[in-house]
């Protein structure tokens, strides 16, 4: 399993090796430990013109994913996408609900991987579904990171 992840984001510290930490624990707890996925972290204005491009909605975003649908070669490890995450819009809404800031960006990023591995978010029942195992899941690394001694350290 393979979780590459870029920064393109200078206003405020991201943590690549905690992304690629939640994004791993995501595909390890629905069973899909064998594939990899691309984590991409930029501003409001590269994740609006994506926005844009593909879906064709205009403003920025908290995050979108991008599903491949390449076969692996043989013996290597599928490559579900790409997810990317405005910390923009982490930030902002992180202020709004008084939350710290890497743990609203990490939700973009399990909310993303978990599209990435097939939950769907239109229709309210699998909008309630895809959130609660999220949190669940953002709630376990957390706490896994805590135990593991990084909450006195964790921004979180």
């Known amino acids: 399993m393979s979780v ?3 920064v393109r984001y200078r ?3 991201v943590d690549p090796a905690r992304v ?3 994004a791993l624990h995501v595909l390890a707890a629905e069973g899909r430990a064998d594939a990899g996925l ?14 844009r491009e593909f879906l064709d909605v205009p403003g920025p975003t908290d995050v979108i994913s991008f599903p491949l649908d390449d076969d692996p070669l043989p013996g290597e490890a599928p490559l579900l996408g790409e ?16 939350l710290p800031f890497e743990r609203e960006l990490l939700l ?9 591995l097939g939950y769907d978010d ?3 029942r699998d909008r309630a579904r895809m959130h609660r195992r999220q949190e669940a899941l953002l709630a376990r690394f957390l706490s896994g ?3 593991r001694g990084r909450g006195a350290a964790s921004r979180v």
């Open 4 to 6: 590459d992840v870029q």
């Open 11 to 13: 206003k405020r510290r």
């Open 20 to 22: 690629r930490a939640l």
């Open 38 to 51: 691309s984590v991409v972290v930029v501003n409001d204005r590269r994740i609006a013109a994506l926005h």
């Open 83 to 98: 997810v990317v995450v405005s910390a923009d819009t982490a930030a902002r809404e992180a202020r709004a609900r008084g």
């Open 108 to 116: 973009y990023v399990a909310h993303g991987t978990l599209h990435l």
């Open 122 to 124: 239109h229709a309210p």
């Open 145 to 147: 990171s805590r135990r």
